[in-house]
């Protein structure tokens, strides 16, 4: 056995000496490919090592945690298998929901203005009112109450509203029900508070209130003057013509309601006021001042007033206070208009200067937001009416120290503040400093 090995291995050794040189034969080649052939054996010995190892210890992974759920394997959707995404949904526009109906119902003094206007315009009192007044009897059990005529001007349910007219007339509104009773509508504004007390034509006071006449807390005229149309006179305005002619303007309504503005030069002559007197002298100091007065003031002043028009067409004054000097009563101050048409007439009104140069006119303080001014020296209305009042008239100007011109400045007889451009100037004078307020 040996020797048959020895003659193979002798064998073997001659054979690869006789092919060493050979062209087909390369040592270099061959030696390389028998270290590739080692690496690749190695490489997949070495990934067989670590396959083995990884499906060990996910064995014994598994065998630690019986209690997790088993984990399927991932599969790729085939194109078959594929979901679109559903598309994502437009949001709709949001519906807004109807706002509730606004309903106001009950007195309520603290109405705000837009409450108001929408009361005017939307009444769920239920009155009804005439398109022209009906003269009627007076109501029976109205006393001390001076009315010359009564009127029809509507209807609410089962009773009749009525209104009286006459001079110097507190406004007064009377329901008479079918059955007779006889109330009076002492508070007929939703604003108003509650009626307690006597009443104007001592009838018994109903609670009743006509949302038809509800109106706002402000109003400003064109003239720039504030007013609160709640804040009004008393005095009845009849049916005379209603607030209708020349120098007549409306200039806001209020539902049913309105407010208009007159405006008037000044009428009354001072020098035809002294003429009425016995012992007139055309040429006397007081005749000859009143003259001054009527060419000073007469082309340049006008009066002004403003009434409110209920819808059963019966109006009042709005009370007018331009200068807001009314808290100055309290002083023993009382300021009335330029005119002084008060004293003999029931009308709230205003007097504006249309010519006044504001040159003429010094600052002096002013009273909740109204500023008030004084005349100067060279101011021709206050020297005309200061001149008409030291001549002769009603004027007191000695129950107030006034002796002199200076006097009359100092003393504050007369005051002024701008009305809105284009206007003039809101003028209001001392009632010591007026030649009518003795009538």
């Known amino acids: 056995m040996t020797e048959l090995r020895d003659i193979l291995h002798q064998r073997h050794h001659e054979l690869a000496a006789s092919l060493r040189h050979a062209d087909e034969f390369d040592e270099t080649a061959a030696v390389r490919s028998v270290k590739v052939h080692r690496r690749g054996r190695a490489i997949v010995m070495g990934s067989s090592s670590l396959a083995t190892a990884t499906v060990l210890a996910a064995g014994a992974w598994l065998l630690l945690t019986p209690s997790e759920p088993d984990i399927a394997p991932a599969v790729a959707p085939s194109p078959s298998m594929s979901v679109s995404p559903s598309p994502t949904p437009t949001p709709s526009a949001s519906v807004t929901a109807e706002p509730a109906p606004i309903s106001y119902e009950g007195r309520n003094p603290d109405m705000t203005d837009g409450e108001a206007f929408y009361r005017a315009e939307h009444p769920a009192t239920g009155e009804v009112w005439l398109p022209e007044p009906i003269e009627v009897k007076a109501p029976a059990g109205v006393s001390g109450y001076g009315a010359d005529q009564w009127w029809h001007v509507g209807d609410r349910e089962d009773a009749a509203i009525l209104v009286p007219t006459g001079a110097y007339l507190d406004l007064a509104i009377v329901e008479v029900a079918y059955d007779g009773t006889v109330t009076e509508v002492a508070a007929p504004l939703p604003s108003d508070p509650a009626p307690s007390?006597?009443?104007?034509?001592?009838?018994?006071?109903?609670?009743?209130?006509?949302?038809?006449m509800a109106l706002p807390a402000t109003f400003t005229g064109p003239d720039g003057l504030a007013m609160d149309p709640r804040d009004r006179g008393s005095f009845v305005l009849a049916f005379d013509g209603g607030f209708e002619g020349p120098g007549y303007e409306q200039v806001t309504a209020f539902g049913g309601s309105r407010v208009v503005r007159r405006s008037e030069t000044w009428e009354y002559s001072y020098a035809s006021?002294?003429?009425?007197?016995?012992?007139?002298?055309?040429?006397?100091?007081?005749?000859?001042?009143?003259?001054?007065?009527?060419?000073?003031?007469?082309?340049?002043?006008?009066?002004?007033n403003y009434f409110l028009e209920y819808p059963f067409g019966v109006g009042?004054?709005?009370?007018?206070?331009?200068l807001d000097t009314d808290r100055l009563r309290s002083e023993d101050y009382r300021y009335v208009d330029l005119h002084d048409l008060a004293c003999s007439t029931v009308h709230e009104y205003g007097a504006l200067d249309t010519q006044a140069d504001p040159a003429d006119w010094v600052e002096v303080g002013g009273s909740d937001g109204t500023p008030w001014y004084v005349p100067t020296r060279g101011n021709e209305l206050a020297r005309a009416f200061y001149d008409l009042a030291e001549a002769e008239g009603g004027a007191r100007l000695d129950e107030i120290g006034v002796r002199s011109f200076d006097d009359y400045l100092a003393e504050r007889v007369m005051l002024g503040t701008p009305a809105a451009d284009g206007y003039g100037w809101w003028v209001t004078i001392r009632s010591e400093g007026s030649i009518r307020q003795g009538c």
């Open 197 to 212: 007390g006597a009443t104007r034509t001592g009838l018994p006071a109903s609670n009743v209130y006509y949302d038809s």
């Open 273 to 304: 006021f002294f003429s009425q007197f016995d012992d007139y002298d055309a040429q006397s100091p007081a005749v000859v001042a009143a003259r001054t007065v009527d060419e000073v003031a007469i082309d340049r002043t006008e009066n002004v």
């Open 316 to 322: 009042t004054e709005i009370s007018l206070d331009p």
